[in-house]
């Protein structure tokens, strides 16, 4: 059973507004819940139809059951007939002077689309990146579209935030590479990139802010197929296909 | 003025059954109206605000003034304060029994997220590929969340459509090479892949339908970055990065 105060609850972190008073997120779905109970996050409630329940009898965590219908009209899912649950936010990592300085991380300037945000979160699992960080007026990756995309990287990649991008990129070491995309930066097939640095993505319908611009050490260009006529690409594909460059010489 | 009769058609547009129906379909926003006047697409209607109507000018097609309110209760954006255009449903295109063979048609084999199908007609036009093939059970390629998505693809890169499959590529002539992603598949590092043929990308929760992935001749694996622990890829950033590979080549 789940309480009429719990409803209200867990209906109010569909807003971010919500979320952060509360810090709690929430993550629905069979796969991303399942995902869930192995990521090492405080979880405050769990609700489940009956047929789902037995998959969380490992979890620590009280467990409310819900019919499909009430499971559906708790959360943001067109249809849930698996489980949700209320998690605590994890803290997120303060942006550090200094890098790991064999691994390239991903920094995110102003990327609004909460679907971006959490594809590019699974992109950075997928290439085993040490952390995501965000610029301010990013999505909020607590956001349920962005947990979702993440498809569990929110358990497994901390996320990195707090400061100016521009500033925080502006006093790492000067041998710390900076990259970012540009349609006219260097041909990425000409180059021989190691996964080393900050590779910044730019914000949907305005690229690279001016200022995170300047802290660039070099700029990347994704070249066209032959009669190719897009302006550009999506910024979760363009990410992807840069770290597919990064990584080839290791991989 | 937007007549009652006209605001509830385009209303209906908002649903498959009525552009299906209709034969038409809807362009919502600044960038994808402008992108539409250049398409050789014909447009029913032109809804825009006063503001935005002089960029419409050169359009031929009844224009009507709205509101930003009005517009944006007439279409699926959040907000719209620009321009919404009604357009006739250009035929889809025959799978024919055999493909130019200098280039590569990229097919999705039930892709049912309308945002993913539009950013990989996307793809494909930034490639200057000859054609989207989809699959039955695929999203509408007229849904205007895959319209938006498209940035423009859908005026210049045709959709071809309206046989089974899997049925086309196993009667496409022998040479042909048809490639798919697959976790156990070659490496496409340790390849020099030519652009011509067929890719096909999977459905988001299922990959690969069996039958289809009888008719590959030859299996893909994107490598993970070292420590990378994500269990897959979005489907449109596979595709990215498969097609990247395809094209470094010859850019």
Redesign the interface.
Known sequence: MVSKALAKYIRSLHQRKYRQRHAAFLVEGAKSVLELLGAGLAIEHLVATPAFAPQLAAARAPLHLASEEELTQLGTLQTNAAALAVVRQPALGPLLPTLPTTQLVLALDGVADP?NLG?LW??A?????PGLVLSEHCADPFNPKAVA?S???FG?VPVWAGRDLATWLSELPAETAVFGADLHGD?V?RLALA?RGVLVMGSESHGLSEAVGQALTQRLH?????????????V???A??L???F??G??
């Open positions: 679907g594809t699974r992109l699992d997928w290439y085993g990146l995309a498809m569990g990287a497994r041909n097939h996964p994704i070249p066209h197929g032959p009669g190719g006529r897009a302006e550009s690409l999506n979760a594909v363009s992807a296909i770290l597919d460059n990584f080839r290791v991989s």
